[in-house]
Every structure is written in C-alpha cells, then in structure tokens.
C-alpha cells in the first residue's frame, strides 16, 4: 500500500492550496481516506476525513474553508484549503482506514503517507 502526498507549499495569509494523495495497493473504496496534520512538538491532528460515498466530517477549526473530497475512479483524495491562516502551517498527511467511522482516532489509521509541509505566512 502507498499514498503519496503532493501538493505542499508556501502560501500568504488568505491563499489557497489543493493536497492531493494518490492512493495504490488497497481497495479504495473499502476504506476512509483522512487528512491530517502536525507540527513540532505536537500530537498529529484531525482535519478531515471522507468515505466512499463523498460522506465528510472535518475539524472545527477548518471547517468552511477546507473541503476534503475523493475520486473513486482514480484513487484519489484531496484537500481544497481556502482561506488560509498562519496557524495551519503544518506538515500535512493523508492517511486511510477501514471501519473506524469519521470520528475514528489518528491511531486508527493504518496506512499513513510521507506527509507534505504547508507554510502560511501572515
């Protein structure tokens, strides 16, 4: 199994960026596809997640200005960030789990990709 994160980069205050992950190995649809993000010295955290049928859940703190999404057909997930701000500077990772629900926990996550850094400057 491999995801492979893309999108990262370094944006100003109030810009947008897309991550997408490409997803191999694992039967797509079997499994809900999460997004999350760290930086130094914290724990990994929430930012969204999706199953198969475009069902979503995303954190407070970027809900409506982030949109998570997936493209059954081409094994991919994606992240639209709208809106951005300083504070969701982060290495970001896509992750993918299989019967854990929406609320399931970063542990949960099984298949985990190598993460793509996104800075916001103010």
């Known amino acids: 199994v491999q995801l492979q994160a893309s999108g990262g980069g370094s944006v100003q205050a109030g810009g947008s960026l897309r991550l997408s992950c490409a997803a191999s190995?694992?039967?797509?649809?079997?499994?809900?596809m999460g997004w999350f993000r760290q930086t130094p010295g914290k724990e990994r955290e929430f930012v969204a997640a999706?199953?198969?049928?475009?069902?979503?859940r995303h954190a407070d703190s970027v809900k409506g200005r982030f949109t998570i999404s997936r493209d059954s057909a081409k094994n991919w997930v994606y992240l639209q960030m709208n809106s951005l701000k300083p504070e969701d500077t982060a290495v970001y990772y896509c992750?993918?789990?299989?019967?854990?629900?929406?609320?399931?926990?970063?542990?949960?996550?099984?298949?985990w990709g190598q993460g793509t850094l996104v800075t916001v400057s103010s």
């Open positions: 992750a993918a789990q299989r019967g854990g629900g929406l609320w399931a926990p970063a542990n949960e996550y099984v298949y």
């Open positions: 190995g694992l039967p797509f649809n079997d499994y809900i």
């Open positions: 999706i199953i198969w049928s475009g069902l979503a």
